[in-house]
């Protein structure tokens, strides 16, 4: 039995008999706070050029096609290279390579702040992208072994899982400030002061973290795997551009599940495979991915709308649109702070379950968006809800996919998860661009647009509910 099916917990003892709870001591906090701040940062640098982008494009020359590949350029090298870097990890060090990380996404920061160019602009997003694929899963694997398997851990991921989010519109609102108030380049120079803090005092306070035997490196399933994931984020990412039924994109799609299709069978030839097999076939990880995939596409792409609705519906400006988006960060803030308690008390399936009801029923809301300014209040309502019911399926998912595996390869494990966010961010809003287009008008096409994004959340939820339950007894066996 694992964390999933643990039922409730039974009633307090009586006070001579309490047991005391476990605490964080005061290393585990500083361990903490510099994990937490790190992947803060990490989730900023998604979105905090989005506003700036326009202003980019002037001040360097790029063209309208080329700016879309400020933020392409960032998500395929995050999103292709973070399940090789989570395994590096794991054989050379965690602390190692999230140190390493910071110390080029720093130096990369400090290269796009300082661009004059295009050419130097993207190989400082591409340098970006690359720290942020190291750092994401070494830094949640540092976590994860740090804090044991249970109300600590839930406690440390609900945290990180809040201000991740947060980060994100966190991101969209600093860039837009930023901005406006001094210059693009500061959307990069941010990150330098974090970055060399982080650096400063990560050394004395975390300690390192790897297996006492290190494995070779599987390199055909590292191929695979970044090969197959490159050509499913470029695909995604292009297709909102070109289109679906682009030669370019079809072929790029097709090469990607043929890799990906391909990896299992390359690691079940493996002497020292990427991912064992046998936690391919874990149900908690295999399931609890694919609600993380769907919560994270989801989520982002209903931003996504609602800053069309916003904007392009109702007239407001970036900065205003960014700011709306407040009520959501907070929501996901609360919901990382519940979701511990909720975890604690019920289990991280029930989480999923009960997180993804809360955001499908908010995003159905949704729907009845009028072009008028008195639906405001719904936006603003119908968002803060469901960043609660999204963290809280989030959280759930982060512990689902982590638990019952033990610490040498926790960074394998996070390296699954974050790979499993980052292709969500860049699945949801090209396929929700492409719903939007087939109505013949921009708030027809929101409306409907919405309705399927609620029907997804609808499968994220029901999906642990009917799939972990089955084979409750056999959720964890290989």
Known sequence: MTALDTPPAPAAPAASEAVTAPRMDGRMRLVLVVLLVAQFMLAVDFSILNVALPVI????????????????????????????????????????????????????????????TPELLMAARVAQ?????AVTPAGLSLLTSAFPEGPLRDKALGLNGALMSAGFTTG???????????????????????????LLVAPAVIKESRPAE????????????????????????????????????????????????AFPFVER????????????????????????????????????????????????????????????????????????????RFSPRTALIAGGALQAVATLSLVGLGDGPGTYGLLL?????????????????????????????????TGIATMTQQVGITLGTPVMSAVVVTAATLPGGIARAVLVNAAVVLVAALAPALLLRRNRRQADRP
């Open 57 to 116: 494009g002037e001040g360097l020359g790029f063209s309208l096609g080329g700016l879309q590949w400020i933020a392409t350029a960032f998500a395929l090298a995050a999103a292709g290279f973070t399940l090789l870097f989570g395994r590096v990890a794991d054989l050379l060090g965690r602390r190692r390579v999230f140190l390493g990380g910071m110390a080029v996404l720093g130096a990369a920061s400090l290269a796009g702040g300082l661009a004059t």
């Open 129 to 133: 992208g690359l720290a942020t694929a």
């Open 172 to 198: 969209a609102v600093l860039g837009g400030v930023l901005t406006d108030l001094l210059s693009w380049r500061w959307a990069f120079f941010v990150n330098v002061p974090v970055a060399l803090a982080v």
């Open 214 to 261: 290190r494995p070779r490196l599987d390199v055909p399933g590292a191929i695979t795997v970044t090969g197959g994931l490159l050509a499913l984020v470029y695909g995604l990412t292009a297709a909102g551009e070109h289109g679906w039924t682009d030669p370019g994109v079809l072929v790029a799609l097709v090469a990607a599940v043929a890799l990906l299709t």
């Open 269 to 344: 030839r493996s002497a020292a495979p990427l991912v064992p097999i046998r936690v391919l076939k874990r149900r908690t990880v295999v399931w609890g991915n694919l609600a993380g995939l769907l919560a994270f596409a989801t989520e982002t792409s209903l931003v996504f709308l609602m800053t069309l609705h916003l904007q392009d519906v109702l007239g407001f400006s970036p900065l205003a649109a960014g700011l709306s988006f407040g009520v959501l960060g907070a929501g996901t803030v609360l919901g990382g702070l519940l979701a511990p308690r909720f975890i604690g």
């Open 381 to 413: 309502a119908a968002t803060f809800a469901g960043g609660i019911g999204n963290m809280l399926a989030i959280v759930g998912f982060m512990v689902t996919a982590t638990s019952g595996l033990p610490d040498a390869e926790q960074g394998m494990a």
